[in-house]
Structure formats: C-alpha cells, structure tokens
C-alpha cells in the first residue's frame, strides 16, 4: 500500500502547501466520494462524528482506495483510544486539546514503541496484515506516520515553546474555533485577540521549522486569506455535512428563483 504519510512529509518539506478536507458522516462511501472529488488527505473525525472501530477501518480504507491519505482525529489523548486507531494503519493521526508540553509527550510516546515509547505492539492493517515482516513495519512506522498535535486552547499559546520542544511531533494543527471560545469569544475568530494568541503558535512553529496549519470549516474568504498571507503549510478545509448543506440550499433557491420568474 502507498505511504500517504511519507509523502505528506516529503511535499511539506518540499514546500507544497496541502488541502485537506474533513470526514463527520458515518458512511465510508462519503469519504470515498470526497477523496474522487479531489481531495488528497482527508481527516476522518473520530471526536465529534459517530464512528465506532468497523466505521472508522472503514473509513480509513475507503479513502486510501480512492487514492487520498487517511488522518485520523481521536476522540482523546488516551493510549486506549489512540492504539486502536493506529492498529488500522491510517496516514496521520490527530490529538485534540494539547495544552502542556507533558500532554504533547503523552501522546508522541503513545504512538510511539519502546524503548522510545510505550505503544503495545499488534498491528493489524498497519503491518498490511501481516505482509510486511515486523522488522520491515518498525523501521518504517515512524516515518509514515504524522502524528500531528491540535493547538486550540490559549493554555497551549501560553506554553507553546515547551510544546514544541517535545521530540516527535511532525505537525500542529490549529482549531481557531474551540480557541477563540477558550478566550470567552466562541466564534469570534477575527479578533485581534484571537488572532494575537494564534499568531504566537504559528511564531513558535516557524521558528523550529515545525509544519502549521489550520482546521476549518467553510471560513469566509478574508480569514483564509488572513492566514494564507501568513504562510501557513496546510489546511484542512470543508467537510461533507457543509457541501451537503450548501448545495442542497443552493438547489432549493435555484428552483425557487425559477418559479418566480414563471
């Protein structure tokens, strides 16, 4: 199977800037059909959509069939939760809420086997069932693994230093929603305070060459732009409830404006 995770690596380091998308209904064929629709990485949200293990292996394996990496949000920074999820081989995995730097290095030590870390070891889907030899499986894993930890507390800005300087993390990805809510101003993300507290992590990040990128939902044009000027890595971007939203709205007043023009 192809490594959708090196690749990510390789073209960041590269200097390509990435889109990715975002997965919250429970059947695969819609993240397969996002993944035709020409999204390259899609992040399958294991926080807020309804999956338990079956949907989410088959989400995974819908996307890499239809030729896009696979990131996968758990629900917590829990070995519990994190080890399964990474048993079915998917491209990236997602940890929400970091805000310490002990946080940043539970979860790189979760994902991670010893003596580095602490993950059991069983692989299922991640070995290609068994294909690839464990001597062949533990000198690739960690390269074809992001493990990406989510920014979105103001917590985390006061200590985004002692984050950043945890080994083992390939990725930040901000969440500018739940971060402008932990500044009691939810859904205010255009204030300058927001932004202040923001710009520190992407500060933080560029100084460590540690890619950055934002998780969002159908942002007006002038946010994105806001942050695409600053140079940002990557972005996920859109998700299949909100185009199902948008085009069925569309279509409704496009058959309205019809009628009354009869």
Same mark, same amino acid.
């Given at each position: 199977?192809?490594?959708?995770?090196?690749?990510?690596?390789?073209?960041?380091?590269?200097?390509? &800037?990435?889109?990715?998308?975002?997965? &919250?209904?429970?059947?695969?064929?819609?993240?397969?059909?996002?993944?035709? &629709?020409?999204?390259?990485?899609?992040?399958?949200?294991?926080?807020?959509?309804?999956?338990?293990?079956?949907?989410?292996?088959?989400?995974?394996?819908?996307?890499?069939? @239809?030729?896009?990496?696979?990131?996968?949000?758990?629900?917590?920074?829990?070995?519990?939760?994190?080890?399964? @999820?990474?048993?079915?081989?998917?491209?990236?995995?997602?940890?929400?809420?970091?805000?310490?730097?002990?946080? @940043?290095?539970?979860?790189?030590?979760?994902?991670?086997?010893?003596?580095?870390?602490?993950?059991?070891?069983?692989?299922?889907?991640?070995?290609?069932?068994?294909?690839?030899?464990?001597?062949?499986?533990?000198?690739?894993?960690?390269?074809?693994?992001?493990?990406?930890?989510?920014?979105?507390?103001?917590?985390?800005?006061?200590?985004?230093?002692?984050?950043?300087?945890?080994?083992?993390?390939?990725?930040?990805?901000?969440?500018?929603?739940?971060?402008?809510?932990?500044?009691?101003?939810?859904?205010?993300?255009?204030?300058?305070?927001?932004?202040?507290?923001?710009?520190l992590v992407l500060k933080g990040c560029?100084?460590?060459?540690?890619?950055?990128?934002?998780?969002?939902?159908?942002?007006?044009?002038?946010?994105?732009?806001?942050?695409?000027?600053?140079?940002?890595? &990557?972005?996920?971007?859109?998700?299949?409830?909100?185009?199902?939203?948008?085009?069925?709205? @569309?279509?409704?007043?496009?058959?309205?404006?019809?009628?009354?023009?009869?």
């Open positions: 199977m192809k490594s959708y995770g090196s690749e990510w690596k390789r073209r960041i380091k590269a200097g390509e &800037f990435l889109v990715g998308g975002h997965i &919250f209904l429970p059947n695969p064929a819609m993240a397969e059909a996002m993944a035709c &629709f020409g999204y390259e990485y899609l992040w399958i949200d294991g926080e807020h959509g309804s999956y338990d293990k079956e949907a989410l292996l088959a989400h995974i394996t819908a996307v890499n069939g @239809a030729g896009a990496g696979a990131f996968v949000r758990v629900t917590a920074n829990e070995p519990a939760l994190i080890k399964p @999820a990474l048993e079915m081989g998917p491209d990236g995995i997602i940890v929400p809420m970091v805000n310490t730097a002990a946080e @940043a290095a539970a979860f790189i030590s979760a994902c991670t086997y010893p003596p580095k870390g602490t993950r059991g070891f069983g692989p299922r889907r991640a070995s290609h069932y068994g294909v690839m030899s464990d001597k062949e499986y533990l000198e690739t894993i960690d390269d074809s693994l992001v493990k990406m930890v989510q920014i979105e507390h103001r917590e985390a800005a006061e200590h985004i230093d002692d984050i950043l300087d945890v080994q083992g993390i390939d990725a930040v990805v901000l969440g500018p929603y739940d971060f402008s809510g932990s500044m009691g101003l939810l859904g205010q993300l255009q204030h300058p305070d927001v932004l202040a507290k923001i710009e560029k100084a460590r060459k540690i890619p950055c990128g934002f998780s969002v939902g159908s942002a007006n044009t002038d946010y994105l732009r806001y942050w695409l000027d600053k140079n940002i890595d &990557f972005i996920f971007c859109g998700d299949d409830i909100s185009f199902v939203k948008s085009g069925t709205e @569309a279509t409704h007043k496009k058959i309205s404006d019809l009628r009354n023009k009869k």
